[in-house]
């Protein structure tokens, strides 16, 4: 019997590190973008995240929550596979806003190694 359980408790610690070891990992060229400086009459700006999956098993992004309304992404819900590349848009809409400095966040959620990343989408809005 201490055979047996020995035997099945180290058969589930080994398919444990086995899977962790094929997982997906997100890595992104730049976790923050500059917007510049831009006038309040053209309030609406947009960039891209680019990122690849150097991990071993394909990447799906859960969720993406931006910290305000003001700050919208958009990427593709497929999966990505090991070694491609994918792109997360986002476009920041200062209409109605305070003109001067900003910096809004935006959360990615994956499966990846690392479950959660942090962008930011940063600018200066000039007033009329």
């Known amino acids: ?3 047996f359980l020995l035997m099945t408790l180290m058969l589930v610690f080994g398919l444990t590190f086995t899977v962790a070891q094929n997982q997906a990992e997100i890595k992104f060229d730049k976790v923050s973008i500059d917007l510049g400086t831009f006038a309040e009459e053209n309030p609406v700006q947009k960039t891209t995240f680019t990122f690849t999956n150097v991990g071993k ?3 799906v992004i859960n969720q ?3 910290s305000c309304g003001c700050t919208i992404p958009s990427y593709d819900k497929k999966p990505i596979a090991p070694g491609q590349k994918g ?3 986002v476009t920041y809409n200062g ?3 305070f003109p001067g400095h900003f910096k809004k966040s935006i959360t990615v959620r994956t ?3 690392v479950e ?3 962008l930011y989408v940063e600018g ?3 007033g009329k």
Do not use: E, Q
Request: no cysteine; hydrophobic share 40%.
């Open 111 to 113: 499966n990846g190694k």
């Open 95 to 97: 209409t109605g806003k």
């Open 116 to 118: 959660m990343t942090r």
């Open 57 to 59: 098993a394909p990447l």
């Open 64 to 66: 993406i929550v931006a």
């Open 87 to 89: 792109t997360i848009d």
């Open 124 to 126: 200066v809005m000039t």
């Open 1 to 3: 019997m201490k055979k």
